[in-house]
């Protein structure tokens, strides 16, 4: 059983280009959560999708970011315009269907390390 | 709201003693809490949960934590430190209120060092 799959491990833009970061969940989960975590910093939750459907997406910034979980398919970060500060370690996690995580522990990615140059 | 206060952000100590790595949050719920590793490069590991049974939780690799409700703490311990024990650790609170909403709020993390 496959854990939860990031790809790419690591992604380097130049600014202005669009940034595209794609994650597996683990067989049978159904939530999945963004975090990013920027240089000497904890993880900061972005956004929680379930198929289809944004659950809440208050972490992420007004502009440039956006997210998908579609009904086939892995997750989706995508982010237009990059900038020099978008640079960071984004992870995924996934959950099962009904806990959130709360109680089962979230299923961390190995991350894509984003650098913008 | 939630939040974690983790106030060392490193920590020094030789192999074969003892590790404390402190921990303190606030929550307007009853809290799960977890603590998770993070190795160079590597992706997140959970170490152990505490989600309202037990208030001492063992983990993995010799690690335990215990949860104490009236100082609002949940430090990391382990009796012997090891070398591969060297990497960053995360005090994590997911309020439960939200059920299935629940998000993860992060500490800034602690970077253990294991001298030899």
């Known amino acids: ?117 | 709201a939630q939040s974690v206060t983790q106030l060392d952000s490193h920590v020094s100590v030789s192999e074969g003693t003892p590790v404390l790595l402190r921990c303190n949050y606030s929550s307007s719920y009853s809290p799960s809490l977890f603590w998770y590793v993070q190795h160079p490069n590597k992706g997140l590991q959970l170490l152990l949960k505490y989600t309202s049974a037990a208030t001492l939780v063992k983990g993995i690799n010799g690690f335990e934590a215990e949860f104490k409700k009236s100082e609002t703490s949940f430090h990391l311990t382990k009796p012997s430190a090891h070398m591969s024990d060297a990497a960053e650790y995360f005090c994590v609170v997911s309020d439960r209120s939200g059920g299935a909403n629940s998000k993860l709020t992060f500490g800034k993390g602690i970077t253990l060092s294991v001298r030899p």
């Open chain 1, 1 to 117: 059983n496959a854990g939860v799959m990031q790809n790419p491990r690591h992604l380097v833009r130049r600014r202005g280009q669009e940034a595209r970061l794609r994650c597996s969940p683990m067989k049978g989960h159904s939530h999945v959560y963004w975090y990013r975590q920027l240089p000497e910093e904890g993880l900061k939750f972005m956004v929680y999708l379930q198929k289809e459907n944004i659950i809440d997406e208050s972490g992420m910034p007004k502009e440039r970011f956006s997210a998908e979980f579609p009904k086939e398919g892995p997750s989706i970060l995508r982010i237009q315009q990059v900038v020099r500060g978008d640079s960071a370690a984004y992870f995924c996690a996934s959950s099962p269907l009904g806990t959130g995580g709360q109680n089962y522990g979230y299923t961390f990615g190995s991350g894509t390390r984003l650098t913008v140059v």
